[in-house]
DNA sequence: TATATTCAGACAAACGTTTGCATAATTTTT
DNA sequence: AAAAATTATGCAAACGTTTGTCTGAATATA
């Protein structure tokens, strides 16, 4: 039972023709006679013969397979993000490997180089949170290997990336809490270095201003996001001098832990005090108090722009191969946009 | 700026010795003299020598590589069970081609075709819930591609697998009700023909017997899981005859839309009626009503016990090659275990 | 009919690595 | 000193495919 796979050898062996002729029979090449081309195309069905693709790999020098690297599946952004990577990849023909650095420097290392040893063509990347040094990314250009980066995206000139602008989400998130008559409107935000942060900050700050309700900074705190820091931040917020009756949060996650806090506080929801939020996870219909409205990303459409743009690099740079050194960067950017929830809740 | 990777040969050269001896050198071969060995050794690390890894798939035949397939990544279940997958991969140097299937049977065959072709080692696969028909698993064998299946496994004979035995837990589930004095518990189960359908009632009616409660048929409906039909499935429960004063759902987001569908009859939630469930959601927590409990199924320790087990089949098969024609199939049980919740909700 | 043109196919190299076998160089044994 | 054993290295094939170049045959042109 030693079930060797067909080759175009031996097609070309029972055909007592030569291999070039049977390569070029199963590629259409006009050069072969009608005759053959039919009889090395039925003989390859009946053998049920599929190309070698390891060796093509090899001859080409492509795998026509991509890196992907992010940081957590489990964060119903990035299963979004990577559906839409994965069904852009299938249709133009490659492959996806995958990878998560669980926010993890070394991890985020390991993975580039197992990746980079795998020759994937090209390299999908979302930076883990913890990154800060960009050395391991800037070592890929002597490689060749493009390298498209998506929603958290390092602070390096001359890469290729795919955003979300926040600010006019946020904008959109303020204005549609103004339109409900908030006046004292809060933010609990994220960790202070972080882009996601100052981006929504920014837009903060615009809304306000443009509203005329000026910015006080002592609306604005910022958190490391955990559980803790989370309740903290919201009960100096909601125990402040100015006491805000709407609140807007870094991401569904922060609404939720500052919803419990709030409601320890023994402040009515909705009522006493609203939240707005980001992310817009799928669950949160099913939470207790979900947020009125959340700034979508569009994760999907992210990981989908990203790979097509990948894709797109990697056929020029096959086309033009190393002669015309092209240098435009792609700086792609969606805008975010406030979906408002319509909570028939019980 | 023609950056050509460094090859074997270059160091051939370069070195003025056979290529076979600088491969040799750089196996540690035995046969290889040390002096010449370190000289290999050395320049290769100087010219930042890597292994072209296309050659070397194609030369033994081998990717080490690991196709995955699963129904979809944003179900907890799975993102859990990818990580696991992933870790136990990168152990043992195998890389994880990733594909969903969205539960499209279609999908899963061409991801299948797309993971042949790229000549996978070895596949790890759940299964969608509508494949019924098995088919393009079974025409695998043919290619010697080993598979592993995990948690949603295909009725056939002869294929290794891992799953999550839901008897016990389910067990677990109804005496730990019992012991906090319900007596009527109903069950909210999946579509019918699934397994896993199966086995919680199984478990249901092991563990009523057990207690002396009997087993009631009109205490278990079963529904397609979606929002409507958990809807009717409550209320046809909570407005029969006997009235449950708990009730076993057949995961966390049935356990959700049932708890809507009980407060919209103006139930008590954890008064009237309380819930129990399959599957732990890390969100649950924030949710109004959490279940009590959950019967935890390990996807991580699932998708790395696959993995282990595929790469040991993919060593055995290099190991004995052809000759030994092995058969013994795994098939691995894990066992599933109700984790109480310590619900300190506001 | 002789010459140019087109067509159909074959030949062979190349991609980078591994590995069985042969062989040269060295050392050990008699 | 010759033979045997050991050690270190080289040669060449193989893996399956693509592709530039060459050749022979058929056809068209003069």
């Given at each position: 039972m030693e079930n060797r796979l067909p080759t175009i050898k031996e097609i070309a062996k029972q055909l007592n023709i030569s291999v070039s002729t049977v390569s070029r029979a199963l590629h259409d090449h006009p050069n072969i006679g009608l005759r053959t081309k039919m009889r090395v195309q039925q003989l390859a069905k009946d053998l049920?013969?599929?190309?070698?693709?390891?060796?093509?790999?090899?001859?080409?020098?492509k795998t026509y397979t991509i890196g992907v690297i992010l940081p957590e599946l489990s964060e119903a952004f990035f299963s979004s993000a990577i559906s839409g990577i994965e069904d852009a990849a299938h249709k133009g023909n490659y492959t996806v490997l995958l990878g998560q650095s669980h926010d993890d420097v070394e991890k985020e290392k390991h993975l580039l180089d197992t990746f980079r040893k795998h020759r994937v063509d090209g390299l999908l990347v979302s930076i883990s949170k913890n990154t800060n040094n960009y050395e391991h990314f800037e070592a890929l250009q002597r490689y060749n290997i493009p390298v498209v980066f998506f929603d958290r995206i390092p602070k390096i000139p001359n890469i290729h990336y795919v955003a979300c602008n926040m600010i006019n989400g946020t904008v959109q998130a303020i204005n549609f809490l103004f339109k409900k008559a908030h006046r004292i409107i809060g933010m609990i935000n994220g960790p202070e270095k972080l882009p996601a942060t100052k981006e929504r900050l920014e837009g903060y700050i615009q809304a306000m201003t443009k509203s005329r309700l000026k910015y006080d900074p002592n609306l604005v705190v910022n958190c490391n996001l955990t559980k803790e820091d989370v309740?903290?931040?919201?009960?100096k917020l909601l125990s402040g001098k100015r006491?805000?009756?709407?609140?807007?949060?870094?991401?569904?996650y922060v609404a939720l832990d500052a919803v419990?806090?709030?409601?320890?506080?023994?402040?009515?929801?909705?009522?006493?005090v609203c939240f707005v939020?980001?992310?817009n996870l799928p669950i949160s219909n099913y939470t207790a108090f979900p947020p009125l409205a959340s700034v979508e990303q569009f994760p999907y459409q992210q990981g989908q722009k990203a790979t097509e743009t990948l894709i797109e690099l990697l056929q020029k740079k096959?086309?033009?191969s190393a002669e015309n050194n092209n240098v435009t960067y792609y700086k792609i950017i969606l805008e975010s946009q406030l979906i408002v929830h319509d909570n028939k809740q019980v």
């Open positions: 049920n013969y599929e190309p070698n693709q390891t060796a093509i790999f090899f001859q080409q020098g309740a903290a931040a919201t009960e006491k805000p009756t709407a609140i807007v949060t870094f991401n569904d419990q806090q709030a409601r320890k506080m023994k402040l009515k929801i909705n009522k006493d939020s980001y992310a096959t086309d033009e």
